[in-house]
């Protein structure tokens, strides 16, 4: 069901988790809250669960209202109908397989055979039906995290809420659960609420991404758009764009780099109080000779690393300014320590953009 | 936990505030009725304790005047008397503590860190005092080592040697102390030099420092906190002790703060007032040593203990492995057999009047088992020992379900009041048991409710004094439990109540039972918080052999003991199956 909340303010004690944030879940909508640690995404999260009490909101699911500080409602967690994936996955571990799972169907009164029949149905789903009646201390991470999805799914929650749940798994069963998540939720058309930090995470999860800063929603959209598109410089390094350099502007399509005083040309971009210039490593061209580019820039190279297909380079342009450059290897020569280069910046390649996403 | 049951939209109201109205009522209403119940037990007994210091007379029933406020009551504090007993018991304390500590901590070195003879034996040797309550100590102590009718010394006699050994001096006192509080210091630093990470160490070798340099300078710095929490934890534990003082310092005419308080009480007329004087002079002292522990714990922060199991190293003792095993062995013979056989042998000699040791082995009955046949038959000791059982397990059971509630609302609540519901849980330890008792006699003489005489009294004492014990064993269980275990019941539809009931509860099962089994325990050793409460009806077992000892009725006294010691063990048992730990 759509959830939407409206106004969201957290605090604990006097310090601000989540300052006036409006958000909109869409039925059966995967909707991905990222950002760092610490920028409440979690917080607001358990807002939705109702394990914590907002100082204000509004906040709905499907038609219903949980909570409204306006007009003093606030449903209780285990009334709203809501999924719940923890990042602890939070088994019950005195609890054989099969409990777990039946639990919230117990809670919900429902006859045996039909919580039976429910159990095994979700456990297939998850591929773990041969497993009901281990115990859930025994079980691996893997398998915890698949029995704590089974939990929620059998729940039928009307939005299922997950909070970095594969962050304590390795990288290879990480990556294939994220495949197993997407498939199931593409078919089961849940309205789910993801939470990670992890941004290849968020992209591979999500029909939109809503990017979230010191307590508020910065950017929100489609994976492609914010990848393409980022507002702000610390969004784009966030995403993991490798050079943000600080410039001053010069005119609506030229800046001049604060530290060396050299000026490049650029696409035109918006104006703002502090201006970075986002370019990724594998734009920066590197060649021997003088190119006769518009933004070459004399360069030494300071460290070089080989990568495999790439060979990754860090290059001094000016006194205190290095940039990061990543090659094709098959793209020119191998360049050594201390070898003098040109640098070239192609104007489409890069992006100023402001510091932050103005408040 | 912040609010958890559903609240409806109320119409035709402002309704904003009427719902916040109805937060803050229902948020306050668990923690307060805590705080209540807490304020009752614990602050109402000190805040008695206080006021009668001021005051020209003590609590009664029906008379509880405030009027006649005075600073009178100081004056005899700082008369020589009391100035006496207050040095006393700092030069008691002190001294008790270093040699505590010289025993306690030699033992977990040798037995933690080197391949000494018999390791695991000697672990138990550090152990096995702990189950002597140390008032049983002192009353073997004070049969073996008077300077003319000790055992130890008619032995010597009976050999042709002369008698030496004399207990009944101050630095008899602080041995006997010592013997029975260095397991405490054995404890705890042999925990901390078990669980240190074999990392630190092994780092310090790689990079460079052979390895008694290791020990100088990475493992026993490590083990500073323990080792000063050890000696805080004895200095306090020593200079409140009531019953060894009692026992071993009365018969010498050594007056420490915990005697004089109950000689002032029970003078005729009882000095109440007086004595509650010199109760918050003990207090002070406490409270002195307890907070230049944090002083110096403050500083640094020692993040070393792993929790994991790990091997630390061992160290080769080589030609010294035998006389460490030696000396291990003597302190076993000190603190546990000669005190164990002394009290068996006054329990089954034939008469009271022992003129011989060695010869009574020689004649043909000099040992009858008449001592335990007369304790199994008296209707006083069977009464105390149903006494003392009927109020262990309630105080027991109420104190764990208290300290639940506490500790759950504490821990794992953001309701208000959590941080004065953990103080006035932990204000007991600084408060001396006979402190406290004194408090706790006044608070129920002068409450309307009629417990005063009942066993009920008994038990609401033992739940204000065992609250700290309590508290520390629940809440360290509940931090183990990760909340969102209970929150996931609460996501998938079960009430606060029904998840707290279905999920926490059982899985804490272990941890709630330890800590069940570890207030049961200390119920039934203490001694010095029911001293001043117990009436004819209510003795329990510490008292009855207090009593007998007071009065000269050895044997019955040396038997009672002899039970009693079984039945702890018997306890204890039990609880080290549970994972209970013994730490006060």
Redesign the interface.
């Known amino acids: 069901m759509k959830v939407d909340v409206h106004g969201l303010t957290l605090k604990y004690g006097d310090a601000v988790a989540v300052s006036d944030l409006d958000l909109a879940v869409n039925e059966g909508e995967s909707l991905v809250l990222l950002g760092q640690s610490g920028c409440g995404k979690t917080s607001t999260m358990r807002c939705i669960?109702?394990?914590?009490?907002p100082a204000s909101a509004v906040i709905t699911i499907g038609d219903q209202t949980v909570f409204?500080?306006?007009?003093?409602?606030?449903?209780?967690?285990?009334?709203r109908?809501?999924?719940?994936v923890?990042?602890?996955?939070?088994?019950?571990?005195?609890m054989t397989v099969f409990e777990n799972v039946a639990?919230?169907l117990k809670?919900?009164g429902r006859k045996k055979a039909e919580i039976n029949e429910a159990v095994h149905e979700t456990l297939e789903l998850v591929g773990l039906d041969h497993l009901a009646e281990r115990g859930a201390s025994l079980l691996s991470g893997g398998q915890m995290q698949r029995v704590a999805l089974a939990?929620?799914l059998a729940?039928q929650p009307s939005v299922l809420l997950l909070d970095e749940p594969l962050s304590n798994l390795d990288a290879r069963l990480r990556h294939r659960l994220r495949m197993e998540l997407r498939e199931l939720q593409l078919r089961l058309k849940l309205t789910s609420l993801y939470v990670t930090h992890d941004q290849d995470e968020a992209l591979a999860l999500a029909d939109r991404i809503a990017l979230m800063q010191a307590g508020r929603i910065v950017q929100i959209g489609e994976p492609h758009e914010i990848y393409a598109n980022p507002k702000s410089a610390s969004i784009a390094e966030f995403l993991g764009v490798d050079n943000v350099i600080p410039v001053t502007p010069e005119d609506t399509t030229c800046v001049q780099l604060t530290a060396t005083g050299q000026k490049l040309s650029v696409e035109p971009y918006e104006a703002a109080e502090t201006l970075r210039l986002c370019v990724r490593a594998e734009d920066v061209l590197l060649a021997a000779g003088g190119t006769g580019d518009v933004n070459a820039l004399p360069g030494t190279i300071v460290s070089f690393a080989f990568q495999g297909s790439t060979v990754a380079y860090r290059v001094r342009v000016g006194d205190g300014l290095e940039l990061d450059a990543v090659q094709m290897k098959s793209a020119g020569p191998l360049f050594g320590m201390n070898d003098a280069v040109t640098v070239s910046l192609p104007a489409r390649a890069m992006r100023v953009l402001p510091a932050e996403v103005a408040a | 936990m912040?609010?958890?049951?559903?609240?409806?939209?109320?119409r035709n109201r402002p309704?904003?505030l009427?719902?916040?109205a109805?937060?803050l009522l229902r948020e306050i209403t668990l923690p307060a009725v805590l705080l209540a119940l807490l304020a009752l037990l614990i602050l109402a007994p000190v805040a008695l304790v206080v006021l009668s210091a001021f005051a020209s007379d003590t609590p009664r029933p029906g008379n509880f005047d405030l009027s006649g406020l005075t600073l009178d009551n100081f004056v005899n504090v700082t008369s020589a008397g009391s100035v006496k007993a207050a040095l006393n018991s700092l030069a008691v304390g002190v001294g008790a503590s270093a040699l505590a500590l010289l025993i306690g901590g030699f033992l977990a070195f040798v037995t933690a860190r080197t391949n000494v003879y018999w390791r695991g034996f000697l672990y138990l040797v550090g152990l096995l005092p702990m189950l002597l309550p140390s008032y049983v100590g002192a009353l073997a102590w004070s049969v073996l080592g008077s300077e003319n009718a000790g055992l130890a010394n008619i032995t010597l006699r009976d050999l042709g040697l002369p008698g030496f050994v004399d207990i009944n001096n101050i630095a008899g006192l602080i041995v006997v102390l010592a013997l029975y509080y260095a397991p405490y210091a054995f404890l705890l630093i042999h925990g901390a030099l078990s669980l240190m990470n074999p990392d630190l160490e092994e780092a310090a070798n790689v990079h460079g420092a052979p390895f008694a340099q290791v020990l100088r300078r990475v493992t026993l710095p490590l083990v500073t906190p323990a080792f000063l929490g050890a000696a805080v934890l004895i200095l306090v534990l020593t200079i409140e002790n009531f019953p060894v003082s009692q026992i071993i310092g009365g018969a010498a005419g050594v007056e420490t703060l915990p005697t004089y308080i109950y000689r002032l009480m029970n003078s005729t007329p009882s000095r109440g007032n007086e004595a509650a004087a010199v109760a918050i002079a003990l207090v002070a002292v406490v409270l002195v040593v307890t907070a230049l522990q944090r002083r110096m714990l403050a500083r640094r922060t020692f993040t070393t203990v792993s929790g994991k199991g790990m091997k630390p190293r061992r160290i080769d003792l080589g030609g010294w492995r035998l006389p460490a095993l030696l000396a291990g062995l003597g302190y076993f013979l000190l603190s546990t057999v000669l005190p164990v056989l002394s009290l068996a042998f006054v329990a089954l000699h034939d008469s009271p009047y022992i003129g011989t040791v060695l010869g009574a082995f020689g004649k043909p009955d000099a040992f009858t088992a008449e001592a335990f046949a007369d304790v199994l038959d008296s209707s006083i000791a069977q009464r105390a020992t149903v006494n003392s059982v009927v109020v262990s397990v309630a105080a027991a059971l109420l104190g764990t379900l208290l300290a639940f509630a506490v500790a759950y609302v504490v821990q794992r609540t953001k309701l208000p009041g959590r941080q004065p519901l953990e103080y006035v849980s932990m204000l007991p330890l600084a408060i001396p048991a006979i402190v406290l008792g004194l408090g706790l006699l006044w608070t129920w003489l002068i409450m309307p409710i009629p417990v005063y005489g009942t066993l009920a009294v008994m038990v609401i004492a033992f739940v204000a004094a065992q609250m700290p014990q309590g508290f520390r064993g629940v809440a360290s269980s509940i931090g183990q439990v990760?909340r969102?275990?209970e929150?996931?019941?609460?996501?998938?539809?079960?009430?606060?109540t029904?998840?707290i009931a279905t999920?926490t509860a059982?899985?804490l099962r272990v941890g709630l039972t330890s800590t069940f089994l570890l207030l049961l325990m200390l119920s039934m050793r203490e001694l010095t918080v029911p001293l001043f409460l117990f009436t004819s009806d209510t003795r329990l077992l510490s008292i009855v052999i207090f009593d007998d000892f007071d009065n000269g009725i050895l044997q019955r006294a040396a038997a009672t003991s002899l039970l009693y010691c079984l039945v702890i063990l018997a306890l204890s048992i039990l609880s080290r199956r549970f994972g209970a730990s013994e730490q006060r």
Request: positive net charge.
């Open positions: 669960a109702g394990l914590e009490t409204d500080s306006g007009r003093g409602i606030n449903r209780a967690p285990n009334k109908n809501v999924g719940m923890f990042q602890s996955y939070a088994i019950w571990p005195h639990f919230p809670m919900k939990r929620s729940m | 912040t609010s958890q049951t559903a609240e409806k939209p109320v309704p904003a009427r719902g916040r109805r937060r990760d969102d275990l929150d996931s019941a609460v996501m998938h539809g079960a009430s606060r029904r998840a999920i059982p899985l």
